[in-house]
Each structure stands twice: as structure tokens, then as C-alpha cells.
């Protein structure tokens, strides 16, 4: 028996709302396609901002705010940019509600109306504009941590929502040589931060043309595998070449007194990667979430079997003195977190209620542990009924080392899934289309040459499939693409895509 | 000769502009009545987070996120609510953009227009009408930080931007007196952090009628002193009795299962505070930063003079050494903030942009101080060529007790500032009419006998006067008031207002 219904091998979607149920990280609120993150989920988006921010901060990087809204006309400076995000972005038109007949209406009609920011490339422009103007103001480096809204017709918690919460990064550099590299560079921090603190495998690329942001030159992509095979987009850094310093006039002068455009870069991760972790993680029996990014560590479960008051006391107490020794220590350079859950609930309820939570440790301390100095102690990375018998000291003393394990094994669980899980020996067009047709079985990624024709993308669009990303580790040699059967020497991930 | 023109005795909004473009903390942004929060600025808003965010937490409450986007019909429902929110608002009505003639036009017009949040009461009240089922869910302790949209005619920065940042604090609880005690909790909290944290002295006390939250029972405030005697309206906590409860049908199972209306609370403070702190702290050379909430405690200046690169090198990195030994040490309880400003600029354009900035303290490194293992410190707090020679030891010893003494300073300063320019020794309406129509010298606060009849609220408002608060301490004692002459026994505190 499992605590999730339906089981991810039946029904992977409907698992997937089922977990977000039942481990209470947020729901969907009566506003279509906006969620409500709940606090088990917020608390897991503060760990992300917070390791986040500090990486983003020690690479050089200033956060800022900039508005909410941005002006139509914003909008429409950039041509390949405007076509990516006008079709579906959320519009203030109105300034003021009046009442007619008991209703309220919307009145005071704006001049030009106003699209709450779906990402903020264009606004921030404007004020790049400004602040920069000579190479000495360079390099800017400027993170905003934000909301944003895309009005999506076909709303999934955490992974497609109407707003959804992010950082956006955005620089401007002099010279296209360091704004390629500092590119690469946010690439490779978004790869280490999701393998690191998220357990997340993800393969880092580039994305081919039909894949690319509006407006960018180039497109770098973590992907992930999820637990059905699909891939999830985890973050992006779009090298932006001089399109957008052109279309918001951000000019410099350089060392001879000439003026420039400015290259610059962008680059975000969203609380989509909440629902990515939930995919990878998650089992038939909840969420599983990984240690450095877990809201609490640990969850101590009291037994207060309410027949003797004076025992139940001591029980609370000791509960108490544990959660305080254990908070004393630290994990990853950080204070282990620790709940002690006294609610009046029975404890095989409130137990399965943190192992759905998916919380790495769960500590159960009864009126007989007292007497030996001993504790039962559950890894969500084990079977639920596989508990470990540990005295206080030993607790105390392993805590760090077993929230590491925790890490590492699920990390290792989902890397090892994904490779297995990538088809490399496919040669023709016919095997690539069967196992994308395939009913049976697991459909993960292909890896395997591509030519490069735009018109290959269009066509995988009837398979489902896309192009996840070019991998950065190619092996450079020639072969034949797997579409077209032309001389290709570039590597390519295909997949189905979140 | 000061740095910022015009003095704030001259023209103290006009001094308030400049202090802002000159400090670097926010500008306007082209989209109207928004503004740009710029790295300085948005700076002290990430430590006011994280300083009140932590009390947040430790006074039991759990951050979570709502939807930015309200129904009309939510609005609708408490009617003081949406009589006192509706007029300037922004409302979505379309969630698409389409071509016309080259220009984009909204489409997509929704069936029910969305509000942008103003404050989140009535969405965060629908979620807590499903999570709120028995006594045994209470109390509910949320938190929000988040962005909100007030369309304001006359916006100033930090003080009424059509967007804002803040946080929200929204609880339910089963009885009236328990919602009420957490009111007075988190007003309390909101006392103790301006004061401790932001330097920031203020009068706790309860709104009157004429000044509530819209759909409030009773609204408690912090209120502080400007520098032009003007009052600030620092942070609000509002006992919301069953008003909202009921509009949004938050009900409860209580011990005997019969349902009952729950009692709920909000509170928030805001960017405006950033605000406060520049007309309280700022002087004629820009802004002063309390160390507490500063974005750098120290700005380390080597003084490079090019002639000999050597020499410039050994400075430089004498004051990395120097950055490295200061950020070590600690100072209320955080790691101290530094920053080495190795510019290719003038020492002297360099020293007055960070006084400009407001930076607790200034370290000047130059190539003779090597020999003498001595630096020159500068404290903001102090006229800018009060300079204390140093040994490197001395400084790394002292810079704890030199941000202390600075935060005291200007707590100390506003202090007595604020308590000479309460008036309290006024008797009669005409006494009261003639302090706010003085010409000369500073209108401050009068404190004073009130009746407590609403009509006066309206008469004050000719005066361009409004009652602040009925301050937490009063003396109870029996007196005339002094609008009408009646019997009186509460105290209030009059004042203009931002």
C-alpha cells in the first residue's frame, strides 16, 4: 500500500497533482491558473532563494527592483520579442473601479496599456539605458528577484502557471566576448546549484534555433529528466547579443571616446524548479525532498499516549532538549532545522503526514526511550518501516552525515535513472520515430547527430518531440543525422518536454 | 558648502528628490507612479527583510504566497473594503495582445476583470476559508512578501508608488481576545524593529474612526516624526474582528462542534519605510544608513596615485587584507558589510559619493599608511573632515563599537529631535489653529485631549491636520478636548501627515 493515488507507473500526471495534494506544498486558487504556494512549498522556494542568492551575489551580482508593468510600446521594440510574448501576457487597461448598479466596473481607461511583465528584458533596458554610459559603467550586473505572469492556457502547478515567481538576471557588458562568457558562466552555476542542493542531474546545452528566447542570440538550457521521461527545462542564460542594447539604446563610450552598443545577457531559474524536484524525487509514497533545500530536516514525533500527564511531560521535554541540540549543529554551513510536532493528532497520522511532506528524518521519541537514551529514526530515502535505533549522542553526532546521505543517494537514484534512461544506439529515422511511438515502457531522451535544419524542428512537432538542447559535451566526430540522414557532426538531445 | 541643494530647511520635499538621485537609492521609472529600486536602495529593503523576517518566524508565523491577482467579486465583498480600495486600482481585463496596423491591441477580454493586489485579505481569506476547519487548525500565523499596486495621483518615491514592496501578516483565530492580543503582538514587533533596527523612534497607538483600514475593527499604528514635523505612518496592524471572516465565510468547528465566524488579524510594513529613514536620518550631505540595516557597513578607499604601480599594488592589497580581516568579525549578531571601491576615479569624487550614500564608515588606505600600518576612518555620523588616524588593529577592535555608537547616534538624534517638537502644552482651539497655521519654525505633533466625535475628524482635515493615533500611553486622567471643549479623557496625537 502507498500513500499516493494513482501510482506514478499508472497515471504520472495525476500522481503528480496527488503529491502536491498530499505533501500540502501549494494548491490552485480560484484566480485561473495562478497557485497558491502553501508554506511547506514556500519554505522550499526560501531555501532556493537564499543558496541562490548568495551564489548570484558572490559572482559579482547586485539585486534590484524594477516595475511590474511595462508599457505596450516597451514591448514592441523588439520584433522576435514582441512576437514571443504578446500573444499571451496578462493587460491593465483600467485604473479604477466605479459602482453601476451594485456592480463595480472598471473605469479611468489608461492611455497605453499596460502588460504585466512576463519577463523584464524591455523595462530594465530602459533603465540600463540610462545608467549606463561609458565602458567604466561596465560590466552591470543586476539580479531581481520577482514575480511574473504568462497567461497560459493549460495552467499546471509549479511547472505552467499564470504568475509564477523567479530571479531574472541581466547584464551588460562591452565587449560580446565577455557577455558570451558571462553567458556560460550563470549556465554553470544554474548546473551546480540544481545538482548540488536540488539533487537535480541536468545536462546543460545550448537550444537550437526553433528553441531559442525571443529576441536572443543564443539560448543555454539545463534539462532534466523527469520521472515519465520527460524533460523539464530547469533554467535558462540567453546571450543577447546587441539586439536588445539596440532596441533600448544602450550605448557606451568606449576607451576612444567612440559610442557602442552594449552586449547583454539574461538569465532565470522559477519556482518550476519546485516541480521539477517533485517529479525526480517524489515516489509512490509523496514528495521526497532533498535535505540542503528542505524546509525542516527533521520532524520529532513525541508519543504522548495521554494515560500518565507527569510522562507525557518528560516525553515533550526531552523532545524539546533534542530539537535544541540538534538545531545547535549544522548542516551544509547552515543550522539543521527541526520541528517538533506536539499537535494532538494520532502518530501513525501525523507520521505518514511528514513522510508525504517527504521530510528527510523523522525521530520518534516515547515514554520508554526516556529510560534508555534512545530514539527510533526514519530516512525518507528508506522503506517507511525501516527505522534505526540510535541514542541521543548518536543522533547528535550522525545527523549531519545522514542528511547527506539523503543528498547523495538522491541524487545518485535520479542520475542513474536519466542515463539509463538515454537512448544513444538509435541510427535511423524509423527507430527514432518507433521509440518516440512506443507504448510500453519508459520514453526518455535520444542523444544522437543532428543537422542542424530548421525544418527538421517543425517536423519532430507531429512526434511531440523537441529538441531538448545541443549537450555542451560533444564528441566533435561526424556521423549522419538522425533525421535528415545528411553528414552531421553536432550531437543533439531529443525529448518529450514539460 | 553641502552636497545636496536645495537644504532641507529651504525646501525639505525638493531636499528629499535630490537626497534619493544623489544617495542612488530608486528613481522614477517611465512607467508612471513606479519606481526603480537600485541596488543601494534595494539593499536596505534585503536587510529589513531578513532582520523582520526572522522575528516574523520566531513569533511563530510561516511565510507563504498568494495569487497577485484579486476578482472583482472578491473585492465586493466587505464594503467598507472595496469602498476603500476600489477607487485606484489596476485592473486587468484582457489576457492577450494582437496586431492591428502595427500597433498591438489587448485582446482577449476576460469575463471577470482581475484586480492587481492593493492587499491580499480577501484572496488570502478564500484559501483560509478551506484550510480553516476546526479549532484544532487555529491559530493560522501567515506571512507574505510581496508586491502590491496602489494607483496613486501624486506618487513620491518610497513614499505613494502606484507598486510597492511589503509584507502582509494575515492569522485567524478562535477567539476575539487572542486576536486581538496578536494585533498588539506584531504592532509591538513592528515598535521594537523600527526602533532597534532602523533608528527609527515611534509613537504606538490605536487609529481613529476616521483613519481605519478599510473594513478594519480597530487599526493600530506606529507613527514617526520627519524632519519637516511632519508624520510618517510607519507600519499598520489591524484587528479585523469577524468582518472578514465573515465576508469570506472562515468558519470553525470549535470544541463543542458547533461552527463559529474565526477571528482574524493583518499587518504590514512597507518600502515607504526606506522612505522614513531618508526624511529622518538624511542631512544636508545626503543620506545616513543605520549600520543595522546598511548595505555596507564600511567602504575601503586605497588611495592609488599611478606613479608608481608597485606601491599602488602593495595599497590595494593591503586593503583586501584589510576587507577580508573586517569581515570577519561580526556585528549584531551578522557578519560586517565592506566593500573595497577600487575605482578608476578620483579619491575625493569617490569619498563624497559614498557620503552621499550614507555609509556608516569610510576607510581611507594611501601608500605612506603602509609604513605606519594606519588608516584614516571617517564616520558618517560626523562632519566629513573629522577623521580619526587608526592602527589596522585598532580599527578591526573597534568597528563593532563603532556601528554601534553610530546606530545609537541617530536614534539618539531622531529621538530628541521628535520629543522637542511635541507640542503639549496647548489649551484651546484657537491655540491649536494658530500652531498649524505658524509660518515659522517646524510644525511638529500636538498632543492633546480628544473627544473622540468623528465630525471633528472631518473639520481637522481644513487645517490639513489628522489625527495620527490615540497614543499606547496614556495617562487617563479627565481634561477638556481641545477641538471642542467637551469632557475628554483620551490623549491623541495630531499632526500632518505623508
Known sequence: MFAISPLRENDFPGWYQQVIKASDLAENSPVRGCMVIKPWGYGLWENI?????????????????????????????????VEGFAKECAVVTHHRLEENDGKLVPTGELEEPLVVRPTSETIIGESFSKWVNSYRDLPLLINQWANVVRWEMRPRIFLRTAEFLWQEGHTVHSTEKEAFEETLKMLKVYKDFAENELALPVIPGEKSEGERFPGASNTFTIEAMMQDGKALQAGTSHFLGQNFSKSSNIQFSNKNGDMEYAYTTSWGVSTRLIGGMIMVHGDDDGMRVPPRVAPQHIVILPIMPGKDAAKDEAVLECAQKLSKDLKAQSYSGREIRVRVDKRDKGGGEKNWEWIKKGIPLRVEIGPRDLESGTVMVARRDKAHRDKLKMSFEELNEKVPELLEEIQNNYFQQAKSFR?????????????????????????????????????????????????????EDQNGKVGKCILTGQEATIEALFGRSY
Open 49 to 81: 532563494q537564499a543558496l541562490l542568492d548568495k551564489v548570484i551575489k558572490d559572482t559579482g551580482h547586485e539585486n534590484a527592483y524594477f516595475p511590474l508593468f511595462i508599457p505596450l510600446s516597451f514591448l514592441e521594440k523588439e520584433a522576435k520579442h
Open 419 to 471: 542515463d539509463s534512461n538515454i537512448e544513444t544506439s538509435l541510427k535511423t529515422r524509423e527507430e527514432f520515430e518507433s521509440y518516440f511511438q512506443r507504448k510500453e515502457g519508459n520514453i526518455g531522451f535520444v542523444r544522437a547527430k543532428w543537422c542542424g535544419d530548421p525544418k527538421t524542428e517543425e517536423e519532430l512537432k507531429k512526434l511531440k518531440v523537441s529538441i531538448r538542447c545541443l549537450p
